[in-house]
């Protein structure tokens, strides 16, 4: 079943409470790659660091100050001068250096790969084409490195956005990869290939089946945790919440 916090979010429709100051973070990091790989598309040089840093800024700007949530180890001028360590890290790095022809930056693809679903919308962060080969990249920000294990744990999204990819450019050859930047005092940009086979794809497509079966048969469930709670931003109508 779906948890409650998808209900709230997709359904109910809620205003939300607030906001981890982790996720504003991400996402304004996010922006900031985008905004530099969308420059290479361009054909343009890559952007400076204190350009990628005012889109930084401006991401961050976009949510409300009083709906941001910070942990105790975190301020605002805390999270700008980490901003500034990992975009540093990232524009030395070989991710921001593809191999290949870049050929799509936030693109979007929508389609319909699993029977009796509605179309999977996928927003790709990069595609990159070199040799034949198709790279879709995701980017994570995380408190500390990947293994290869979590990457393999966390393909799920990834391997349907492959599927889309395949039916858009009929592409035989497909890479997926995960780069997570890592928010840690030493800042690290890894890169975690992940595998693609058809039984891992078919069993995917098996679990989002039966999650929209819950949806549509209205089966919802509350997932309380330390982890989970701290940063929700619908804690107030879950502990309302009488099924």
């Known amino acids: 079943m779906p948890a409650l916090r998808y209900y709230f979010r997709y359904i109910a429709g809620p205003p ?33 660091l204190d350009t990628l840093l005012a889109e930084f800024n401006a991401g961050w700007e976009e949510q409300s100050p009083e709906q941001i949530a910070y942990p105790k180890t975190d301020t605002r001028d805390s999270l700008a001068h980490l901003a500034d360590r990992v975009l540093t890290a990232f ?16 693109e979007e693809l929508r389609g319909q790969i699993i029977d009796g679903v509605p179309d999977v919308l996928a927003r790709l962060d990069l595609l990159v084409e070199s040799d034949g080969v198709l790279t879709v990249t995701d980017f994570k920000t995380a408190r500390s490195a990947w293994s290869g294990d979590q990457a393999e744990n966390s393909a799920e999204q990834l391997l349907l956005y492959a599927e889309l990819v395949r039916q858009r450019f009929r592409s035989p050859s497909i890479r997926l990869e995960f780069v997570v930047l890592t928010k ?9 290939a992940v595998s693609l086979d058809a039984t891992r794809v078919a ?12 949806i549509e048969a209205g089966h919802f469930y509350p997932n309380p945790s330390p982890m989970n709670c701290s940063t929700c931003p619908y804690r107030e109508p879950c502990r309302r919440w009488s099924g």
Do not use: M
Not at 184 to 192: D, L
Not at 203 to 212: C, F, S, Y
């Open 16 to 48: 939300e409470e607030s906001i981890s100051a982790s996720f504003v973070f991400g996402r304004a990091i996010h922006r900031a790659i985008e905004f530099y790989f969308r420059e290479l598309l361009a054909g343009n040089a890559p952007p400076d």
């Open 91 to 106: 524009r030395v790095s070989d991710v921001a250096r593809p191999h290949g022809h870049v050929l799509g930056v936030e």
């Open 184 to 192: 840690a005092k030493k800042v690290q940009i890894g890169s975690h």
């Open 203 to 214: 069993r995917t497509k098996q679990i989002v089946q039966r999650v929209w079966r819950a």
